[in-house]
């Protein structure tokens, strides 16, 4: 008899864990992760053979909360986007100030 899956149980969140991001369950990979390498151009099944770990069914589980939660995961991936351009502008200005 073949195992059945709750795709409920795919996707969680800790705190303390990636932030108290949201991740594939059993591990450490985020689901933000997993929608960078998406956005990259990589197809699900080529996410999956980079985390040999991880099965298609996670890779889908991911991409379908971020589609679920789209405006939500935007937003995080903007201000993490800027927090970066930020740290990267006060790297160039601590070195010009050298």
């Given at each position: 008899?073949?195992?059945v899956?709750?795709?409920?149980t795919?996707?969680t969140?800790?705190?303390?864990?990636?932030?108290?991001?949201?991740?594939?369950?059993g591990?450490?990979?985020?689901?933000?992760?997993?929608?960078?390498?998406?956005?990259?151009?990589?197809t699900p099944?080529?996410?999956?053979?980079?985390?040999?770990?991880?099965?298609?069914?996670?890779?889908?589980?991911?991409?379908?909360?971020?589609?679920?939660?789209?405006?939500?995961?935007?937003?995080?991936?903007?201000?993490?986007?800027?927090?970066?351009?930020r740290l990267?502008?006060?790297?160039?200005?601590?070195?010009?100030?050298?």
């Amino acid at each position: 008899m073949a195992t059945v899956t709750d795709i409920g149980t795919l996707i969680t969140q800790t705190p303390g864990v990636c932030g108290g991001r949201p991740r594939i369950a059993g591990t450490g990979v985020s689901v933000r992760r997993i929608v960078m390498w998406y956005k990259m151009g990589l197809t699900p099944e080529e996410i999956a053979d980079q985390f040999e770990r991880l099965t298609l069914a996670q890779v889908h589980a991911c991409l379908t909360y971020y589609h679920a939660n789209q405006e939500l995961m935007e937003t995080d991936l903007a201000a993490e986007d800027a927090e970066a351009d930020r740290l990267e502008q006060d790297l160039r200005s601590s070195r010009n100030e050298l």
